[in-house]
Every structure is written in C-alpha cells, then in structure tokens.
C-alpha cells in the first residue's frame, strides 16, 4: 500500500501562488507516476499533470499549462505543485494520485492510490 497525504492548500487572492505537496509513504518503491487532478464543487475530477518518475517527464492539462509547474524530490518521497497566476477558475480541491504499474495518464480511474486532497479557494 501507499499512502498519500496532500498540503500547501488555501486561501490566496487572484494573481497570487501556491506551492502544494504529496508525500508518500509505504511501498513507494517503484512507483512509476504521480499525477495530480483537482475537483471544484459540483463538478468532475480533472487531470492537472502528471509526472513520470523514471526520466522525469511531465504533461499538464491545457488550461494549466505555463502556470503550473510539478517537480519532485525522490529523497522525501514527495512530488510539488507549483501553482502561479491564480484565478478563480482554480478553486477546487486538490488531489494526488500515484501508479505503480503504468506511466502517467489523464484519466483519474487508472491511478492505484490517491490521497484525502487539500483545498485551494481563489478570492477576486
């Protein structure tokens, strides 16, 4: 098992920046990516990015590209969202989720484990 456990999330006015982070515990060994998709209330979980562990590739969402950056830091088992340019189309609830078996996708049901998620709420 693998356990997943976001934070960095908030409150923060338009324009402003946050950096979210997912630590994972347990069997990490040999996870292959961790992706992360957000939800907004009433609506359906979407893809953000993924990051591929081996080789370090990523992919965003179109809507996010160029404002939002994931990285990692294999030391601390923890992958980061860098979030800039907040608007308000950006409030959701954030969430992590790793696959230990396939590279990274954009679809939320092929990932094995997820975490409780944090918010992000953008103030105008």
């Known amino acids: 098992q693998v356990q997943l456990v976001e934070s960095g999330g908030g409150l923060v006015q338009a324009g402003g920046s946050l950096r979210l982070s997912c630590a994972a515990s347990g069997r990490t060994f040999g996870t292959v990516a961790m992706a992360w998709f957000r939800q907004a209330a009433g609506k359906e979980r979407e893809f953000v990015g993924f990051i591929n562990w081996r080789g370090g590739s990523t992919r965003y969402a179109d809507s996010v590209k160029g404002r939002f950056t994931i990285s990692r830091n294999d030391a601390k088992n923890t992958v980061y969202l860098q979030i800039n340019s907040l608007n308000n189309e950006d409030t959701a609830m954030y969430y992590c989720?790793?696959?230990?078996?396939?590279?990274?996708?954009?679809?939320?049901?092929?990932?094995?484990?997820w975490g409780q998620g944090t918010q992000v709420t953008v103030s105008s």
């Open positions: 989720e790793a696959n230990r078996f396939t590279t990274g996708t954009v679809a939320t049901s092929t990932y094995d484990y």
